[in-house]
């Protein structure tokens, strides 16, 4: 059960979206940290390196929230406030209720290097056959160090598991780096949508 699902089930939506700051509260220090260790746990997580320090990949609970949520919005604007336009750039790109949202019907994992969140990335099914990736981010900082890899690697087999045949994504054209981590992992062109700025690229691979 996730954030969302745990407040409507307690008949407090309405409350919720007006102000979730007492649910926060009340649920992060309490429900919600038992609720996260019980599926959000070592046992549960992937071991990706053990050199010095502990690095893992865990399904997401609302209890990381609001550390996602901080990750996604400062590793976005770092990333692509010199592509977009400010007309077109939203910042922040996401909101808490947004990303409560998003937990709720997405399979969401995280990347943790010494119990903190260093990157991010969600696998939504979209049909029997294709799954696709979203918010896909590694901090600034952490990147270089094949921990995207190691996400995309991770929900490309929760993929396969799923009976899924194929991954599809969204990137911007004019973000080299990105699309060239993509198609250093299989993904090839499949679309070119035209958007105020340029293009964006929608791009796939078969699992």
């Known amino acids: 059960m996730c954030f969302g699902r745990l407040l409507r089930s307690k008949g407090h939506t309405r409350a919720w979206k007006r102000d979730l700051k007492p649910y926060r509260k009340n649920f992060y220090n309490t429900a919600l940290a038992r609720h996260c260790n019980s599926f959000g746990n070592s046992n549960n997580g992937v071991v990706e390196k053990k050199l010095g320090e502990r690095k893992l990949i865990e399904k997401a609970c609302s209890v990381d929230a609001e550390e996602i949520l901080s990750l996604i919005n400062m590793t976005n604007r770092e990333t692509y ?84 045949e194929k991954i599809r994504l969204r990137t911007i054209e004019k973000a080299d780096q990105a699309v060239n981590f ?14 105020a700025w340029g293009f964006n690229l929608l791009m796939e691979k078969d699992l």
Do not use: C
């Open 81 to 164: 406030k010199d592509i977009i336009p400010k007309e077109y750039f939203k910042v922040p790109i996401l909101t808490i209720e947004e990303l409560l949202e998003i937990l709720d019907r997405m399979d969401f994992y995280v990347y943790k290097s010494e119990r903190k969140i260093v990157g991010v990335a969600a696998l939504q099914v979209e049909n029997e056959e294709t799954g696709k990736l979203n918010w896909v981010y590694v901090l600034p900082r952490h990147q270089g160090k094949g921990i995207g890899t190691a996400l995309i690697t991770h929900l490309e087999q929760k993929a396969r598991k799923k009976g899924l």
């Open 182 to 195: 993509y198609k250093k992992l299989g993904y090839r062109l499949a679309e070119k949508i035209e958007v």
